[in-house]
T-cell receptor, first 112, second 113 residues
Framework: QQQVKQSPQSLIVQKGGISIINCAYE??????FPWYQQFPGKGPALLIA?????SEKKEGRFTISFNKSAKQFSLHIMDSQPGDSATYFC???????????FGTGTKLQVIP | DSGVTQTPKHLITATGQRVTLRCSPR?????VYWYQQSLDQGLQFLIQ???????AKGNILERFSAQQFPDLHSELNLSSLELGDSALYFC????????????FGQGTRLTVV
């Protein structure tokens, strides 16, 4: 019940295209859903996060869509750029609790 | 640069040995988290300290232990090392204990041979 399932495992998108990464969770007590971006040789960095009281959050080219009834959330990267090539992790936690459960990661490659 | 410093960057050691990984959190951050990242297990939360006290425990083996010192730096001790302990170990820090915006270090790559 603590798992966060992430798909796809890898993704190749052409420059200018839309990258979409999906995550699903089981534990309805989760109420904080961050996305992390990790470049090779670096630690994960917080990209954008959402709480379940909103259905969408946008920051620049990055948008999180959240479907509470389906227990799913997704990351959309608009106008994908080669510099976006990285591994993306979705995660979930309960505010007030320190354990963050991460998805398995999606390796995104944006080709020119 | 996240402001979180981890040393060493790479570590190669033999099975059965003990190693210590060090983490200096961002200035002002009271909370330190340790994560293990491996190819088959992904990112796994190990343990969290807040202002010197253990706050939360995750999938941390009994062979592993951690502590946070008065100057807020933290150490993760791994003993009786096995081949399967080879992984990237990340430290993250946050201002509060809420784990909402945690900043990760660059990690220590441990290879057990």
């Amino acid at each position: 019940q603590q798992q966060v399932k992430q798909s796809p495992q890898s993704l190749i998108v052409q420059k200018g295209g839309i990258s979409i990464i999906n995550c699903a969770y089981e534990n309805t007590a989760f109420d904080y859903f961050p996305w992390y971006q990790q470049f090779p040789g670096k630690g994960p960095a917080l990209l954008i996060a959402i709480r379940p009281d909103v259905s969408e959050k946008k920051e620049g080219r990055f948008t999180i869509s959240f479907n509470k009834s389906a227990k799913q959330f997704s990351l959309h990267i608009m106008d994908s750029q080669p510099g976006d090539s990285a591994t993306y992790f979705c995660a979930a936690s309960m505010l007030g609790y320190q354990k963050v459960t991460f998805g398995t990661g999606t390796k995104l490659q944006v080709i020119p | 640069d996240s402001g979180v410093t981890q040393t060493p960057k790479h570590l190669i050691t033999a099975t059965g040995q003990r190693v210590t990984l060090r983490c200096s959190p961002r200035s002002g951050d009271l909370s330190v988290y340790w994560y293990q990242q491996s190819l088959d297990q992904g990112l796994q939360f190990l343990i969290q300290y807040y202002n010197g006290e253990e706050r939360a425990k995750g999938n941390i083996l009994e062979r592993f232990s951690a502590q946070q010192f008065p100057d807020l730096h933290s150490e993760l001790n791994l003993s009786s090392l096995e081949l399967g302990d080879s992984a990237l170990y990340f430290c993250a820090s946050s201002e509060t204990g809420m784990n909402t915006e945690a900043f990760f270090g660059q990690g220590t790559r441990l290879t057990v041979v």
